[in-house]
């Protein structure tokens, strides 16, 4: 079973109004996909979820992670996510992003599932990931969504 990561805007999206697309995606996926991984989130990921300011939204996705592990951050990971931002991968404005992807690399998480397209969901930041993760010693890391998810597991 392959590990999967789910930042923040995942379980958001789960309930997110807002964007109906990315809702009945990501509640399909979580009806018919999340049992084949093994699932983690974060602390900081959780932290981002308790910021939210609508209780009852806030409350409804705390509950959707409340099952999943939760990994921590260390100082290690602290050291990676500033390093991801030196190399030019994560820019330094949204510091918690390259947290989230040094949480994945570190704790040697196999996916990383988000809806983060402005900063992590793109070929250039994969590519860089990848390269610094190889010549640092930390695993590959597949960055995807719930919709590239679907049709891989379909075999698209």
Not at 27 to 55: D, G, M, P
Not at 124 to 146: C, D, M, W
Request: aromatic share 12%; hydrophobic share 40%; charged share 25%.
């Amino acid at each position: 079973m392959k590990s999967l990561y789910l930042d923040s805007s995942i379980p958001s999206a789960y309930y997110e109004k807002a964007q109906p697309d990315r809702l009945k995606i990501t509640q399909k996926w979580w009806r018919e996909n999340i049992h084949c991984y093994k699932v983690f989130t974060s602390e900081l990921a959780q932290e981002e979820i308790e910021a939210l300011k609508q209780e009852k939204k806030r409350e409804l996705i705390l509950c959707l992670i409340s099952n999943f592990p939760k990994l921590k951050i260390t100082d290690t990971i602290y050291k990676v996510a500033r390093e991801y931002v030196e190399e030019g991968i994560i820019p330094a404005s949204v510091f918690n992003d390259a947290l989230h992807l040094a949480i994945a690399s570190i704790y040697e998480i196999q996916i990383f599932l988000t809806w983060n397209f402005a900063h992590i969901v793109n070929r250039e930041v994969e590519r860089k990931l990848r390269a610094f993760n190889l010549i640092s010693g930390f695993p590959y890391v597949h960055i995807t969504t719930p919709a590239k998810l679907i049709r891989e597991a379909k075999g698209e």
